[in-house]
């Protein structure tokens, strides 16, 4: 195969997520919520391991800053290495939720997989408190964490860089979606 060919398949992975129409429904679903959040003064709460830790981060300053829908993320190190040394670390973000969440938010949890334990356990905390949670994973169409989410966002692929840069593209796109325009002034 040449690089051509190689590059054309590639490709084509991101074409097909982005044409999926069941991903329209959801991206029309998290910008709904995301405005009821901003005018009820709620905020969403977003969480990730490695790199969906850092897609979390993004994912929290736009919708913060862009999108005027109060967030924040789960990745300081000293509430992650506190939360984990006394509760573990499958618990850590369960408890960082029970610590940060009021009545009416909602959580975004980030994961290729959707099994990491610690955002799983998070999942059901947050549906037992009657939040709402939105996912972002990939892999296995039912994995835990996407049958956990009232808003899903999923895409049929193992390739982590692939899914990772899918779910940004779908975060921005929200935070776009808000702002209602493409090209914006940001600061």
Same mark, same amino acid.
């Given at each position: 195969m040449t690089w051509d060919e190689w590059l054309r398949?590639?490709? +084509? /992975?991101?074409a097909? +997520? %982005?044409? +999926?129409p069941e991903i329209d429904l959801s991206l029309i679903?998290?910008?709904? %919520?995301? $405005? /009821?959040? /901003?005018e009820s003064r709620r905020k969403l709460m977003f969480a990730g391991n490695g790199a969906s830790a850092s897609i979390a981060s993004h994912g929290a300053v736009d919708f913060t800053k862009q999108?005027? $829908? /109060?967030? $924040?993320?789960?990745?300081?190190p000293n509430l992650i290495t506190c939360l984990s040394n006394d509760y573990g670390y499958e618990n850590f973000l369960a408890k960082a939720v029970e610590f940060y969440a009021d009545d009416g938010d909602a959580l975004v949890l980030i994961s290729v997989s959707g099994r990491s334990p610690n955002l799983v356990a998070a999942?059901?905390?947050a549906r037992e408190r009657g939040l709402v949670v939105v996912s972002?994973?990939?892999s296995a169409p039912d994995n835990p964490l996407r049958s956990l989410s009232d808003i899903d966002f999923w895409i049929d692929s193992r390739a982590y860089n692939v899914v990772e840069c899918m779910h940004m593209i779908w975060l921005t796109t929200v935070v776009d979606m808000l702002v209602g325009k493409a090209e914006y002034a940001v600061a």
């Open positions: 398949q590639y490709f +084509a /992975r991101y097909d +997520a %982005l044409a +999926a679903a998290f910008h709904d %919520l995301a $405005v /009821r959040l /901003r999108g005027r $829908v /109060r967030a $924040v993320d789960f990745n300081e999942a059901q905390y972002f994973t990939g």
